[in-house]
């Protein structure tokens, strides 16, 4: 194989590597790095011997990635606060692979879940559940028996298959939800929020000890609706900045800009009823970087194009 054939089966196969490193990581930057050392590997490969370049590539990046997930994990043991998921400005309907029908594995509430998975059963999962291959494909890359693959796939999806794990409702549903939800936290109507919320709903928000972010999560649509309600109206109605919807990670949340910094970012999870499950307000700096350019650089239909 030719180095020229070689770039271009690497580049064929970049956004479906993309796809694959962010699930698994959680973080746009990571993936980007995950994919550029598979990349650096590949280059350095003997192209001539290698039979399945897809497997090959698939292989080295999901090897790749586990290898940064142990280090990840290290890190967030003394993370300042609860961690969420890296926000990507991207429409519903759209992955970075292009292809549809993994757009609802994309969204802030089930990048989530995915944190409740060992790294293993988290890229068994994904192999199979989101990118189709079979239990044998699976075991070639993860380098372990087909059984092992399936035990695997099956504990994973006991955590991430319930009824709220992958639910997106339509997009005239969302943006209902959003308006009321707008107009209950600058009213500072807790009966209001309350009607919007399920009897479980969590917040949690992200600062990573760099910005202002409750340091535990809220449960339960009382806590959760007083605590919106009061400390969020008036944080929003008093910061004098500018809230603006934008499509996240596929859902419509909220962009909050304080002197044209883009400064906190809402997002939602919704239970199989469309009532708000998950309420995540990301507010680390070095985690809204990427969205904030990706605004700056929206093509006119409000979607990050990663390719």
């Excluded at 580049?11 to 698994?24: K, T, V």
């Excluded at 991430?160 to 009321?180: C, D, I, N, W, Y």
């Excluded at 400064?263 to 970087?289: C, E, H, T, W």
């Amino acid at each position: 194989m030719s180095e020229q054939s070689k770039l271009e089966v690497f580049e064929q196969a970049r956004p479906r590597l993309l796809g694959l490193a962010y699930r698994l990581l959680g973080s746009w930057a990571d993936a980007e790095d995950a994919v550029q050392d598979t990349f650096l590997r590949w280059q350095g490969s003997d192209g001539a011997a290698i039979l399945n370049p897809d497997g090959w590539l698939t292989t080295a990046c999901t090897n790749r990635c586990l290898d940064m997930l142990k280090s990840a994990h290290n890190k967030r043991v003394d993370y300042v606060g609860p961690w969420i998921p890296e926000p990507l400005h991207i429409e519903a309907g759209e992955t970075p692979e292009g292809d549809i029908e993994r757009a609802e594995s994309l969204t802030i509430a089930f990048l989530h879940m995915m944190e409740r998975l060992s790294p293993k059963e988290r890229a068994a999962f994904l192999l199979h559940s989101v990118f189709g291959q079979s239990h044998r494909q699976v075991a070639g890359v993860l380098g372990m028996s087909e059984s092992a693959s399936r035990q695997l796939v099956s504990r994973a999806s006991r955590h991430v298959q319930g009824p709220s794990a992958r639910f997106v409702p339509p997009a005239e549903h969302q943006e209902k939800m959003l308006t009321a939800f707008l107009d209950a936290v600058m009213s500072g109507s807790t009966e209001q929020l309350a009607g919007l919320l399920s009897e479980g709903v969590q917040y949690q928000s992200d600062g990573g000890g760099k910005a202002t972010a409750l340091g535990r999560i809220l449960s339960g649509s009382g806590d959760v609706s007083k605590y919106v309600a009061k400390i969020m109206s008036r944080l929003w109605v008093g910061s004098g900045g500018t809230l603006e919807r934008r499509i996240i990670n596929g859902i419509e949340g909220l962009a909050l800009y304080e002197g044209g910094k883009l400064v906190s970012v809402v997002n939602f999870g919704y239970s199989a009823d469309g009532l708000i499950d998950q309420i995540f307000i990301m507010r680390n700096p070095d985690k809204l970087r990427g969205m904030a350019l990706s605004i700056r650089h929206d093509t006119g239909n409000g979607a990050l194009q990663p390719n």
